[in-house]
C-alpha cells in the first residue's frame, strides 16, 4: 500500500483551476481528438429562424400551443416572448467554450513539453485554427451581423478566450474586436502550417483553413478579399459527392469522412438532417430533378412523414437514417457554393455559375446548366444570384450555413428579405431582416457569472 500510494502522488498533486499536468507533446496533440459535439441541431432553432424548417421531429400544434418557449418564439416569430429567461442552459453555448478551453490548453502546455519537437508548430496553428473557427460560429449566433466597421466598432460580440485561467471574468468584446482576433487565429501563416491532408475528419487541414478565412471575410460582407481564400480551398478539394446511384439505392448516403467534409462537426446523433422537418416555402425551392428528392420515397424528404410529426399537410421530414450530414462544420460542396456568390458578387457571374452548375450536375438528374441560360441571355447579378441562392438553399439544409447567409444579407439592399411561414391554420408567420429574433441569447448560467456578457438584442 505505501509503495502504491508514493507511485500515485505525483498523479494526485493538486493544480490550480484551470491548468492540468499535461507534460508530453504526444499527451497534449490529444487534446485535438475530438468527436466534436455541439449539442443541439441547428434545426431546433437557427433553421426556425431563417425560415429553412419548424423543428426537429416536432408537432407544430403542440409548440403553438405552449408560448413560453424559445421552440413558440421561433416558431412563431414571437418578439415578445422573454427569451432571455427562457436560455437558462445553452448545450451548444457550452460546448464550443468547452472546445475553445482545449485549444487554449494546448497552446499554454505545448511549449514546455517534452517531445515532438519539430510538430509543435503545426500542433499550434491547428488549435489556433479551431480557435478562431469556434469563436466565429458563437459570434454570428449570439451577436449582430457585421455591417460595416463602425457599426461594428459600436455592437456587442462575445467573449473572446485565450487563456485557460477559468476563474477570470472573460471581459464581452466588440464585433469588430472579436473579427480581428478570428482573422489573427487563422492568418495566412498559421493555415500554410496546416497539413494538406489530415488523416482525421475533425482535424483542421489546409482545405479548411483556406475556406475559413473565406467564410470569415464573407461574412463581414469583403467578398473580394475571400474570393481567393475559397479558390485556394478549392484547388485542394473540390469533391462533389455524385448521387446518381440513388436512382438505383432508392437511399440517401453521406459519409461521416466522405472527402467533402472538410472538418466534421456534429450535434448528438451522426445523422443529419434526418429528422429536420423543412417549412413548406423550404420545400419549394427543391428542383423536381433532384435526386434525393425524386428517388428516395419515404427515406428522403418524405410528406407522410412530415405530415406524422408536424401534425399538418404539407411539411416534409428526412428519413434518411444513411446521411451523416455535417451540420456545424464545413463542406467542399458548401465552398464551391460561397465562392460562386463571391464570384457572382464581384462580376464574374458566368464562372460563379459554373461553380453552381458543379453541385447540381452531381445532384438533379438531367440538370439544365445554369451557364447555359448566362450564354444565351447574360445575367445581372441579381437574377444570378436568385438561382445560386436557391441551390445553396438546398444543399446547406441542416447546417447552420442558412441561417448566417440569410442574417447577411438582411443587412444589404439588394437582399434583405421578410421571411414569411405558411403555418396552415395558425396562419403565415413573417419576420423583418432587423428583428431581434436574429440575435440568440446568451444563455443564464454564462451571464450569470460574467456581469460583461450583455445580451446583443
Known amino acids: ?22 507534460d508530453r507533446t504526444a499527451d497534449i496533440e490529444l487534446l485535438l481528438n475530438q468527436e466534436y459535439d455541439l449539442g443541439d441541431f441547428p434545426y431546433t432553432d437557427l433553421a ?34 422573454d427569451r432571455i429567461t427562457l436560455a437558462q442552459e445553452d ?40 480557435r478562431a473557427y469556434l469563436h466565429w460560429l458563437a459570434l454570428v449566433i449570439h451577436a449582430a451581423q457585421y455591417d460595416t466597421p463602425e457599426q461594428a466598432a459600436n455592437a456587442g460580440g462575445i467573449a473572446y ?45 489546409k482545405p479548411f483553413g483556406y475556406a475559413l478565412r473565406g467564410r470569415v471575410l464573407m461574412q ?39 472527402e467533402y467534409n472538410l472538418l466534421q462537426m456534429g450535434a448528438g446523433p451522426l445523422v443529419n438532417p434526418t ?47 444513411g446521411a451523416q450530414g455535417n451540420p456545424y462544420g464545413m463542406t467542399s ?26 453541385v447540381r450536375k452531381a445532384h438533379v438528374e438531367n440538370a439544365s446548366p445554369y451557364v447555359r441560360i448566362h450564354d444565351m441571355m447574360p445575367l445581372g ?8 441562392q436557391q441551390t445553396k438553399w438546398i444543399e446547406c439544409l441542416g447546417s447552420y450555413e442558412n441561417f448566417f447567409d440569410m442574417k447577411r444579407w438582411n443587412t444589404e439592399k439588394d437582399y434583405a428579405t421578410t421571411v414569411s411561414k405558411d403555418l396552415d391554420m395558425y396562419g403565415t408567420k413573417t419576420l423583418s431582416p432587423d428583428s431581434p429574433l436574429w440575435i440568440l441569447p446568451f444563455p443564464a448560467k454564462a451571464t450569470r457569472y460574467n456581469p460583461t456578457l450583455t445580451q446583443n438584442f
Do not use: H
Not at 413548406?280 to 428517388?295: G, H, I, M, P, S
Open 1 to 22: 500500500m505505501i509503495m502504491l500510494s508514493s507511485s500515485c502522488d505525483s498523479q494526485l498533486d493538486i493544480v490550480p483551476k484551470g491548468q492540468t499536468t499535461l
Open 48 to 81: 426556425q429562424i431563417c425560415g429553412e424548417g419548424v423543428g426537429m421531429g416536432t408537432s407544430i400544434p403542440e409548440m403553438m400551443s405552449n408560448t413560453n418557449t424559445l421552440a413558440y418564439a421561433y416558431l412563431a416569430y414571437d418578439e415578445n416572448v
Open 91 to 130: 448545450a451548444r453555448y457550452n460546448a464550443i467554450y468547452k472546445y475553445i478551453n482545449y485549444c487554449n490548453t494546448l497552446l499554454a502546455k505545448i511549449d514546455a513539453a517534452s517531445g515532438m519537437e519539430e510538430k509543435k508548430p503545426q500542433l499550434k496553428a491547428e488549435a489556433r485554427v479551431m
Open 161 to 205: 478566450v485565450t487563456d485557460i485561467d477559468n476563474t477570470a471574468v472573460k471581459r464581452k468584446l466588440t464585433l469588430v474586436e472579436c473579427y480581428e482576433l478570428i482573422l489573427e487565429d487563422c492568418a495566412s501563416e498559421l493555415i500554410d502550417l496546416l497539413p494538406e491532408k489530415t488523416g482525421d475528419v475533425c482535424r483542421p487541414g
Open 220 to 258: 463581414m460582407k469583403r467578398y473580394e478579399e475571400a474570393l481567393p481564400w475559397f479558390e485556394k480551398s478549392i484547388a485542394l478539394n473540390s469533391t462533389v459527392d455524385d448521387r446518381v446511384y440513388i436512382k438505383d439505392t432508392e437511399s440517401w448516403v453521406l459519409e461521416r469522412d466522405g
Open 275 to 321: 429528422m429536420e422537418i423543412i417549412t413548406r416555402e423550404t420545400a419549394l425551392k427543391f428542383e423536381k430533378n433532384d435526386y434525393v428528392l425524386k428517388y428516395c420515397g419515404n427515406t428522403g424528404w418524405d410528406l407522410s412523414f412530415g405530415k406524422m410529426y408536424s401534425g399538418l399537410d404539407g411539411f416534409r421530414m428526412c428519413m434518411s437514417w
Open 333 to 358: 460542396v458548401r465552398t464551391l457554393l460561397s465562392a460562386a456568390e463571391c464570384l457572382i458578387r464581384t462580376g464574374d457571374i458566368r464562372r460563379g455559375l459554373e461553380f453552381t452548375d458543379m
Open 381 to 388: 447579378e441579381l437574377a444570378a444570384m436568385r438561382m445560386l
